[in-house]
């Protein structure tokens, strides 16, 4: 579904490097206008949801035994902080959409919320990322890769700009590793 951009909300001028992140947000968005592109984007963000990482932490569960179930439980617990963290940051910040505040921007699938930052999908995709390698180190080409797509889709579909996502990185990195530090994997 494409939204087009409304003009209700004021422009936001935020110096030179705002105006880079617009930039790389426009040439991303355009090249999600292909279909192929658009809907292989909008499967990986829908995965980037939940589904994926649930569906993990699940198999990790039923598979793993106690360390599957504690890694799991690791995994969710890191989740819910990283989504309260997440949802106090975009009420304190109320940074406008992309598709909303940058003119040749759409959104190709709808928002899940009202605000750009930071990109929950990509906080929740790193902070569940870091835990689950401490846990297990051989998942780490799937889920670098996937969590890499992850962040890849927001800015392409025209929900978050690349600010959105890079402080999402170092923000579910830190929540990550904090969370290592306070609950370290067992052995």
Excluded at 20 to 47: E, H, P
Excluded at 71 to 80: N, P, Q, V, W
Excluded at 138 to 152: E, S
Aim: glycine content about 10%; proline content about 9%.
């Amino acid at each position: 579904m494409k939204m087009p951009p409304t003009s209700s909300t004021p422009e936001l001028s935020l110096g030179p490097g705002f105006a880079l992140d617009r930039r790389v947000c426009v040439i991303a968005n355009r090249w999600g206008t292909r279909r192929m592109v658009g809907l292989f984007f909008s499967t990986i963000s829908r995965l980037g949801d939940g589904v994926f990482w649930y569906t993990l932490m699940a198999v990790l569960a039923l598979l793993g035994g106690r360390h599957g179930i504690a890694a799991a439980a690791h995994m969710a617990t890191t989740g819910l902080a990283a989504l309260l963290l997440y949802r106090l940051l975009k009420r304190w910040t109320r940074r406008p959409r992309p598709y909303r505040a940058c003119p040749g921007v759409i959104a190709h699938v709808p928002p899940l919320d009202e605000f750009s930052f930071p990109s929950g999908h990509t906080l929740q995709a790193v902070s569940f990322t870091v835990v689950a390698l401490a846990w297990y180190p051989p998942l780490a080409p799937l889920l670098l890769g996937f969590t890499a797509l992850v962040a890849a889709s927001r800015v392409i579909l025209g929900l978050h700009y690349p600010s959105d996502v890079l402080a999402a990185i170092a923000i579910g990195g830190g929540l990550g590793t904090v969370s290592l530090w306070l609950l370290p994997p067992l052995a």
